[in-house]
């Protein structure tokens, strides 16, 4: 088993910052590739950045590329979020998961769940 819990969501007003992470403990945490996952009130669950467990490769959904950065510190067995220029539709709530070994980027993939944390952007 491997428990993950976020932390660092909140209030911003759009173009503000917040940076997200995501503890992990239980298994080793170098055997899995991390990922960012949103939802908003009445939409699926949707892909947002993802890295793989060495921290080397990273994805990124269109909506985000530029403006999120997804990294790890496997010392520390986390996982960030760096989320810049927010905007009104960047609000939802904000899980991390873990799946074995290679990134995904379809939700159903991952093996673990956090609870989420919520991020409000306000216009």
């Known amino acids: 088993q491997v428990q993950l819990v976020e932390s660092g969501g909140g209030l911003v007003q759009a173009g503000g910052s917040l940076r997200l992470s995501c503890a992990a403990s239980?298994?080793?945490?170098?055997?899995?590739?991390m990922g960012w996952f949103r939802q908003a009130p009445g939409k699926e669950r949707e892909f947002v950045a993802a890295?793989?467990?060495?921290?080397?490769?990273?994805r990124y959904a269109d909506s985000v590329k530029g403006r999120f950065t997804i990294s790890r510190d496997n010392a520390k067995n986390t996982v960030y979020l760096q989320m810049n220029s927010l905007k009104p539709e960047d609000t939802a709530k904000y899980y991390c998961a873990a799946v074995r070994n290679f990134i995904v980027t379809i939700s159903t993939r991952y093996d673990y769940w956090g609870q989420g944390t919520q991020v409000t952007v306000s216009s």
């Open positions: 239980g298994r080793t945490f170098t055997d899995y590739a």
């Open positions: 890295i793989s467990w060495g921290g080397t490769s990273t």
